[in-house]
Structures are given as structure tokens and as C-alpha cells.
């Protein structure tokens, strides 16, 4: 489940990732 959760984590910080697109990249 750790992949499902990395991709609602990317998808949740989407709009975040501009802030912070270490977040969303690693």
C-alpha cells in the first residue's frame, strides 16, 4: 500500500509541490 499511499500523498501535495517539490518528487 505504500505505492497507493505515495500516490494520493502526490496527488493531495499537487497544488503543495509548488511550495515545497521535494515533497512531492522524493
Do not use: E, Q, W, Y
Amino acid at each position: 500500500t505504500t505505492i497507493n499511499l505515495r500516490l494520493i500523498v502526490m496527488s493531495v501535495k499537487s497544488p503543495v509541490s509548488v511550495d515545497r517539490p521535494t515533497a512531492g518528487d522524493s
